[in-house]
């Protein structure tokens, strides 16, 4: 089966620019995730999304992110207006079923994002 | 709430050697745990996963896993390490109800040497 699929792969911007973030999950995945990892920590749930959702979003800096999942499927991550401490990788992931223990998570490469 | 501690950013060994890597937890329900292993500039992949049967989880490429409640711990081991195991190591929890997420540890790098 095909994997998540992720773009852009890297992305350099300056702070108060925006960036989107694009996110295709395996067919059939009803949930999909959104994760921010900072240099040298775990991955932190942003969002989470069940079908076109939103489930859990108690981690998202609403004041400058937003998330969407049209039709339950693709999904997109927007940051605006950028700042220095959103340098990370963002990376998407999906699962069959709602709970991370009842199924795996799988996730995408990643967008590497450098704010200037 | 629930949360997961990494003892050691960093572990060196040599090829060949046993490879051993700490993940307590901390829930207040039985948890669902798991290991996932992250190559450079790529996504995690999953290793292994505990889900409240048997204890001793065996898991890709030779590691396994055992969950104590006693320890509240969660070890990763595999008895030969081989040069294609450096990367890093994240251990994770969730608990078995509702739309429970997924938290990560901080991750363990581990190095190895010929």
Known sequence: EAGVAQSPRYKII??????????????????????????????????????????????????????????????????????????????????????????????????????? | AQSVTQLGSHVSVSEGALVLLRCNYSSSVPPYLFWYVQYPNQGLQLLLKYTSAATLVKGINGFEAEFKKSETSFHLTKPSAHMSDAAEYFCAVSQNSGYSTLTFGKGTMLLVSP
């Open chain 1, 14 to 116: 300056e702070k108060r620019q925006s960036v989107a973030f694009w996110c295709n999950p395996i067919s059939g995945h009803a949930t999909l995730y959104w994760y921010q990892q900072i240099l040298g920590q775990g991955p932190k749930l942003l969002i989470q999304f069940q079908n076109n959702g939103v489930v859990d979003d108690s981690q998202l800096p609403k004041d400058r992110f937003s998330a969407e999942r049209l039709k339950g499927v693709d999904s997109t991550l927007k940051i605006q207006p950028a700042k220095l401490e959103d340098s990370a990788v963002y990376l998407c992931a999906s699962s069959l079923a709602r709970s991370p223990g009842a199924n795996v998570l799988t996730f995408g490469a990643g967008s590497r994002l450098t704010v200037l």
